[in-house]
């Protein structure tokens, strides 16, 4: 009997070192696979602004609102993105302004879940491929024909059309759950784009700022309060056993391989048990490792790992790389990305330690807006005073 013991301890210590091992690696898996879409995100918003600029031609009418005068107004244009705080409107109309577009967002929010709440998921899915479509037509069919621009190549009006059309089409199918996974991905990654420069060319330099704080922080309560909706939304869909919207969410969806690996690991695992328990009964509370871990394992695995991330994460994270890289000061650009991952990362450890739904945001801006002023006011001024001393540390 001692003897099948100890066996058995043995074998469960080395399953909990397994499992240590694969649940370490399968959380740095996370880790990549959300650092990937988020870098491609910023890098084709990046790509998109720098050389098609396709939304140029929206003209801002919120500086007429920030500026009393035209004095003031021509001052600001002249003087955005130099990091010039002579063009710094009153407080008090940012927080108007970010106030208008908080509620928005809030009124917005509020009212889907409201409607999930009440069961009209299949009229929002509807809703959704709608608001997509139309989404991707205009922004889409703006960039699309800043490309041929760019490339001088010569296209009819009806043939621009039609690409208008399957490629909004083709958009609003595949963000909404359907089609290869690679495609939702990339039309996924591709709306938050267009999103994020639509606002970095409408919004004001000061008011992207405000907008990123208090986004920020109205993430923190959607999610984190008992009474946020977005709290609400993710506890109703565990409830009732369904997906949230796939319009809402990315999913970074783990390899079969890697899964079919981890299942031959747990079903060699299980007989090893089985065959141990088979010898000689075996008292439960001997045992070390209670059978609902290799459940908890197998079942993960059978399901498939995924992270997800929700579109407002894509659409700020780029909003903000894309505002900052405006200032010109690539030590700036590039501390803010290492920030945004940073915090992304230990959103995802102190996910896992909490083991429940956590919002993206609030670590990567407030941690990147706090480096990006530190940097662009302190570090660079500094670095450039170093240089033109010729001055080596």
């Known amino acids: ?53 396709p939304f140029s031609w929206i003209a801002s009418q919120i500086n007429s609102f920030l500026y009393d005068t035209e004095e003031a107004r021509r001052h600001a244009a002249m003087t ?23 509620a928005f967002i809030i009124v917005f929010t509020v009212l889907i879940v409201f409607c ?62 359907y089609g290869p996974a690679k495609m939702r991905q990339f039309f996924h990654i591709l709306l938050g784009v267009m999103i994020a420069l639509v606002m970095a060319s409408f919004l004001p330099e000061w008011c992207i700022w405000t907008v990123l704080f208090l986004i920020s ?28 919207f796939n319009a809402l969410v990315y999913s970074c969806m783990a390899t079969m391989e890697e899964n079919a690996k981890n299942n031959k690991e747990v079903e060699s695992k299980s007989k090893d048990i089985k065959k141990i328990e088979g010898e000689k009964p075996i008292d439960k509370k001997e045992m070390k490792v209670p059978s609902k871990e290799l ?42 990305f290492v920030t945004v991952l940073t915090g992304l990362t230990m959103t995802v450890f102190i996910l896992i330690y909490f083991k429940r739904a956590l919002p993206a945001l609030p670590l990567s801006i407030f941690g990147g807006i706090a480096v990006f002023f530190g940097t662009f006011y302190l570090v660079s001024p500094f670095y450039t005073q170093l240089a033109d001393n010729s001055i080596i540390i």
Do not use: Q
């Not at 955005?80 to 908080?102: Q, T, V």
């Not at 109205?218 to 369904?242: C, F, M, Q, S």
């Open 80 to 102: 955005r993105y130099s990091g010039n705080a002579d063009s710094l409107p009153s407080l008090w109309k940012l927080l108007i302004f970010g106030g208008i577009f908080l």
């Open 217 to 244: 922080i109205w993430d923190l309560v959607a999610v984190l309060w008992t009474y946020g909706p977005l709290n609400i939304l993710v506890k109703t869909a565990h409830k009732r056993n369904e997906d949230l």
């Open 295 to 336: 459940s908890y394992y197998s079942e993960d695995d059978e399901k498939g790992s995924s992270a997800k991330l929700g579109m407002g994460d894509f659409v700020f994270y780029t909003l903000f790389l894309v505002h900052v890289r405006k200032y010109n000061d690539p030590r700036s650009f590039v501390t803010c």
């Open 116 to 177: 999930y709440v009440k069961g009209y998921k299949k009229w929002l899915e509807y809703f959704f491929i709608g608001h997509i479509f139309f989404t991707f037509f205009i922004t889409g069919s703006t960039i699309i024909s800043a490309a041929f621009y760019y490339i001088n190549m010569p296209i009819d009006i009806i043939s621009l059309f039609l690409i208008y059309m399957n490629f909004s089409a083709c958009a609003a199918i595949c963000v909404n759950g």
């Open 1 to 53: 009997m001692s003897e099948n013991v100890t066996k058995a301890e043995s074998l469960h210590s080395h399953e909990d070192a397994d499992s240590s091992r694969y649940d370490v690696s399968k959380r740095m898996n996370t880790i990549i696979d959300l650092y990937v879409p988020i870098s491609l995100c910023v890098f084709l918003g990046l790509i998109i602004e720098v050389y098609l600029d």
